[in-house]
């Protein structure tokens, strides 16, 4: 399984982005994906967990972000609304085998390269 992300870039505060993580070799049917993101200083942190067809969140979401999937084209998207300073980082998608919210960093089995999202003015 390999995991591709793409969607990155610059955008103002308050604008809106949305990334994409496109799998390859094994159907996304079989696993959980999350989106986890680094920005320095603030190590690893999830930021949307999806196990078709139940999404989860952190408590810090917000409502700000949102996941989704297409599986016809096995792919994974994050929808990024009212986008703040702070969520200057980059952002991974990984994968791990099974179902339910199992979307912890320390036991994911794959990582794409991440995209890198700068929110500034």
């Known amino acids: 399984l390999r995991l591709e992300e793409s969607g990155g870039g610059l955008v103002q505060p308050g604008g809106s982005l949305r990334l994409s993580c496109t799998a390859s070799?094994?159907?996304?049917?079989?696993?959980?994906i999350g989106w986890f993101r680094e920005a320095p200083g603030r190590g690893r942190e999830l930021v949307s967990c999806?196990?078709?067809?139940?999404?989860y969140y952190p408590d810090s979401n917000l409502g700000r972000f949102t996941t989704s999937i297409q599986k016809a084209w096995n792919v994974v998207y994050l929808q990024m609304n009212s986008l703040k300073r702070d969520d200057t980082a980059v952002y991974y998608c990984?994968?791990?085998?099974?179902?339910?919210?199992?979307?912890?960093?320390?036991?994911?089995?794959?990582w794409g390269k991440g995209t890198l999202v700068t929110v500034s003015s």
């Open positions: 999806i196990s078709d067809p139940n999404t």
């Open positions: 070799g094994v159907s996304l049917e079989y696993y959980a």
């Open positions: 990984a994968a791990r085998q099974g179902s339910g919210n199992i979307c912890n960093g320390a036991f994911m089995d794959y």
